[in-house]
């Protein structure tokens, strides 16, 4: 058996009703492995006596909830470092408008094992608010994408590995851009995109005006310059390394 560790690195308006129905999806899923231990945080930023999450959902799953302003990397720097973290064999961080759709946890966990993954993410549904075309499901007799770059938005971890993440979050870039772009690069992580398992990213880019004051773009180009890299470079590297197909 396997315990694992969630965090929703942020969970509040807009669509809220949606987002408790994606919510509620998704801890079904997630419960439906037979985990030997589960502990699932949500960090909530909107104000709880305004937005509330019903208490028949927590009472019915393992969650605490967490009510703080933040945003997504300042969330997960807070609440799920390596010492939280401590007990744990797998670490699912994702964010509230992540819909998952097909997902087999223990398949993932094979892959996992199987290709020594750092990484493994569901591939995102065609329909998705997408940034990266890498990330799509495709109809191709593949099982896994193996990549040089992962875009957040449902990352599951051996907890041995997600250190070497967690240290390269950096509270002066909260929003965390740019990370995506250097986790083999940089941080040797080895990284995998489930083909057959699938995930649907419903809104894009409607937090952001949330935190005026902290501009995304500003954090990116302050990040990469500290790894000595230009937007050019980052957006010049191969995003797919090659494709693994599962025999028998």
């Known amino acids: 058996m396997s315990r694992l560790f969630v965090l929703i690195s942020g969970f509040g ?5 949606h987002k408790l129905a994606i919510l509620k999806n998704n801890l079904t899923k997630i419960t439906s492995f037979p985990w030997e231990k589960i502990k699932i ?29 933040g945003i997504v990397g300042e969330f997960i720097k807070r609440h799920a ?24 946890f223990a398949k993932a966990i094979q892959y ?8 493994v993410s569901p591939s995102l549904t065609t329909d998705s608010k997408i940034q990266y075309t890498y990330m799509l499901q495709e109809h191709r007799p593949f099982d896994v994408k193996i990549t040089n770059v992962c875009e957040y938005f449902c ?8 250190p070497s993440y967690y240290r ?30 699938c995930m649907k990213h419903w809104y894009k880019t409607e937090s952001y005006g949330m935190c005026p004051d902290i501009d995304p ?17 980052l957006a010049g590297q191969k995003a797919v390394r090659g494709y693994w197909v599962e025999i028998g």
């Not at 470092?81 to 087999?104: K, Q």
């Open 155 to 162: 990352m599951l971890f051996p907890a041995s590995s997600y």
């Open 81 to 104: 470092s390596p010492e939280a973290i401590r007990g744990f064999d797998y670490v699912l961080l994702l964010l509230d408008d992540i819909e998952l759709i097909h997902m087999d």
């Open 13 to 17: 308006p807009p669509h809220w009703e």
């Open 217 to 233: 773009l500003l954090c990116f180009h302050r990040y990469i310059k500290r790894y000595g890299e230009t937007a050019e470079g």
């Open 168 to 197: 390269h979050i950096d509270l002066e870039n909260p929003w965390m851009w740019a990370l995506d772009l250097i986790l083999h690069k940089h941080l040797g992580l080895r990284v995998g995109i489930l083909n057959h398992y």
């Open 112 to 119: 996992q094992q199987e290709l020594l993954l750092d990484i």
């Open 41 to 69: 945080t949500i960090c909530q930023y909107a104000d709880p006596e305004e937005y509330k999450i019903p208490e028949e959902l927590l009472q019915e799953y393992p969650v605490s909830v967490v009510y703080e302003k």
